[in-house]
């Protein structure tokens, strides 16, 4: 008997059991692009590599050593996409979309890149991006981070955090990668190998090290911001001063550069802690030269990308996480009340279907017991005291909002629960 063959290092199957989570990321952000005004686009899996080279850039690791190409059999190069990008900025030149300015596009399929695979990082992946083109404002900008920012409220993903920062023109950047590649030419000592191969190429990179080593380092290179001019300076401001009236909440990180070639000025991620080192799921910026690079008028562009892998995979524990967080925590004080408490706290299972109650057990103070509540994580606290035990009814206080507290009957309780599990 021969042996089965396997599938390739790196690219994984799907399997029926996290469908769900994959169909409701992806109904998701269907529901949340349609309602900002964006349309699907499908482009082709494969392309001339020339395509990619030019757009996303020679030196880039993605063009240098992460793409499959292959030689079609009439002789042409072409490549698995890495990314969506390139071929969208394709497809809206070579099928004239442009003459209804600006256009809102979104896409989603899988990408591949022959990179070392590990936790978050695999050789096929699955994105989904959204790109608009021919609208230079900080107001698309700002728009996107918005659509995003209420992907994650519809997803219940609450713990990603937004980092952007500006690249720029390219005439900054250049000036400013002379200086960055004169400051780290006189310490080549401390750099790691990745960082040395990058140093002549693309020194830029080097601020993206994954390495914890180099932090120091770089802590004292030049930092880009000091090389914009007043003009690119100003957009920025516009876009933080956009979020900030949006209520997007963001951080500066000068050091953020992104890992394709094409962008200027804005650029973001959005990172979670909960993945380890492969913490971001989604990454965009402004590309403006992008268009004029694929032979297109010098359209501006601006878009994202975001990993349905590692995204999926933060709903997944999210939702574990959660099956596991009670719903209430039952405060009990005197004998009688923790008679009466456990007794209504079984009650409640049996009739409430779903809700998850835990006991303060083993006595305490209220003060004790609140701070337990407040460990376990609950939404509620459940309070039976003397006075409760006296009028058959209990207190109900909201230990995560800012909501006045409420008296509820012991007979009313099924109901009142029922109410809150619905909503
Ligand atoms: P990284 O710094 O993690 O390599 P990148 O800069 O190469 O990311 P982009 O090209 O901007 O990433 O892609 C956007 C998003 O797609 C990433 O933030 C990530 O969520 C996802 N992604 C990129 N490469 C992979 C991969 N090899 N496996 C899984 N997801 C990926
Ligand atoms: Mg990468």
Same mark, same amino acid.
């Given at each position: 008997?021969?042996?089965?063959?396997?599938?390739?290092?790196?690219?994984?199957?799907?399997?029926?059991?996290?469908?769900?989570?994959?169909?409701?990321?992806?109904?998701?952000?269907?529901?949340?692009?349609?309602?900002?005004?964006?349309?699907?686009?499908?482009?082709?899996?494969?392309?001339? @590599?020339?395509?990619?080279?030019?757009?996303?850039?020679?030196?880039?690791?993605?063009?240098?050593?992460?793409?499959?190409?292959?030689?079609?059999?009439?002789?042409?190069?072409?490549?698995?996409?890495?990314?969506?990008?390139?071929?969208?900025?394709?497809?809206?030149?070579?099928?004239?979309?442009?003459?209804?300015?600006?256009?809102?596009?979104?896409?989603?399929?899988?990408?591949?890149?022959? !990179?070392?695979?590990?936790?978050?990082?695999?050789?096929?992946?699955?994105?989904?991006?959204?790109?608009?083109?021919?609208?230079?404002?900080?107001?698309?900008?700002?728009?996107?981070?918005?659509?995003?920012?209420?992907?994650?409220?519809?997803?219940?993903?609450?713990?990603?955090?937004?980092?952007?920062?500006?690249?720029?023109?390219?005439?900054?950047? @250049?000036?400013?990668?002379?200086?960055?590649?004169?400051?780290?030419?006189?310490?080549?000592?401390?750099?790691?190998?990745?960082?040395?191969?990058?140093?002549?190429?693309?020194?830029?990179?080097?601020?993206?090290?994954?390495?914890?080593?180099?932090?120091?380092?770089?802590?004292?290179?030049?930092?880009?911001?000091?090389?914009?001019?007043?003009?690119?300076?100003?957009?920025?401001?516009?876009?933080?001063?956009?979020?900030?009236?949006?209520?997007?909440?963001?951080?500066?990180?000068?050091?953020?550069?992104?890992?394709?070639?094409?962008? #200027?000025?804005?650029?973001?991620?959005?990172?979670?802690?909960?993945?380890?080192?492969?913490?971001?799921?989604?990454?965009?910026?402004?590309?403006?030269?992008?268009?004029?690079? +694929?032979?297109?008028?010098?359209?501006?562009?601006?878009?994202?990308?975001?990993?349905? !892998?590692?995204?999926?995979?933060?709903?997944?524990?999210?939702?574990?996480?959660?099956?596991?967080?009670?719903?209430?925590?039952?405060?009990?004080?005197?004998?009688?009340?923790?008679?009466?408490?456990? #007794?209504?706290? !079984?009650?409640?299972?049996?009739? @409430?279907?779903?809700?998850?109650?835990?006991?303060?057990?083993?006595?305490?103070?209220?003060?004790?017991?609140?701070?337990?509540?407040?460990? #376990?994580?609950?939404?509620?606290?459940?309070?039976?005291?003397?006075?409760?035990?006296?009028?058959?009814?209990?207190?109900?206080?909201?230990?995560?909002? @800012?909501?006045? +507290?409420?008296?509820?009957?012991?007979?009313?309780?099924?109901?009142?629960?029922?109410?809150?599990?619905?909503?």
């Amino acid at each position: 008997m021969s042996s089965a063959i396997k599938s390739i290092r790196g690219m994984h199957d799907v399997l029926p059991a996290e469908m769900h989570l994959w169909h409701k990321l992806e109904q998701t952000v269907r529901d949340v692009f349609a309602g900002y005004g964006f349309s699907e686009i499908r482009i082709p899996i494969v392309e001339k @590599t020339e395509l990619f080279a030019r757009a996303i850039g020679d030196a880039t690791d993605v063009v240098e050593k992460e793409m499959y190409t292959f030689e079609d059999r009439n002789g042409d190069l072409l490549s698995l996409r890495p990314e969506g990008t390139a071929g969208v900025v394709r497809a809206v030149l070579q099928n004239g979309l442009l003459y209804a300015a600006p256009v809102r596009l979104w896409y989603m399929g899988p990408m591949f890149r022959r !990179e070392r695979p590990q936790k978050g990082r695999t050789r096929q992946f699955h994105q989904v991006g959204a790109e608009v083109f021919g609208a230079p404002g900080p107001d698309t900008d700002a728009e996107l981070l918005v659509m995003c920012q209420r992907i994650w409220r519809e997803l219940g993903l609450n713990d990603l955090r937004l980092e952007v920062n500006s690249l720029g023109t390219s005439e900054e950047r @250049t000036r400013y990668r002379e200086n960055l590649h004169r400051f780290l030419s006189t310490r080549k000592d401390e750099l790691d190998a990745d960082s040395l191969r990058r140093l002549d190429r693309n020194p830029l990179r080097i601020l993206d090290s994954k390495n914890p080593d180099m932090r120091n380092l770089l802590e004292q290179a030049p930092v880009l911001s000091d090389f914009l001019g007043d003009e690119s300076a100003g957009q920025f401001a516009g876009f933080c001063s956009l979020l900030d009236d949006l209520g997007v909440a963001y951080e500066i990180n000068p050091m953020l550069v992104r890992g394709l070639d094409y962008y #200027s000025h804005v650029v973001f991620e959005w990172i979670t802690d909960q993945l380890g080192a492969q913490g971001t799921v989604c990454a965009g910026g402004r590309y403006d030269g992008l268009v004029e690079i +694929q032979g297109g008028k010098p359209w501006p562009g601006v878009g994202f990308a975001m990993g349905q !892998e590692r995204l999926v995979e933060l709903m997944r524990s999210q939702a574990e996480h959660e099956a596991e967080v009670p719903h209430v925590y039952l405060v009990m004080a005197g004998e009688e009340a923790v008679s009466s408490g456990l #007794s209504l706290a !079984e009650r409640l299972r049996q009739e @409430t279907p779903g809700i998850r109650i835990q006991s303060n057990l083993g006595g305490g103070s209220f003060k004790s017991q609140f701070k337990r509540a407040d460990r #376990s994580g609950a939404s509620l606290a459940l309070v039976l005291g003397e006075n409760e035990i006296r009028e058959s009814q209990v207190t109900i206080k909201h230990l995560r909002e @800012t909501k006045a +507290q409420e008296q509820v009957a012991f007979s009313d309780l099924e109901i009142w629960f029922r109410n809150y599990l619905a909503c």
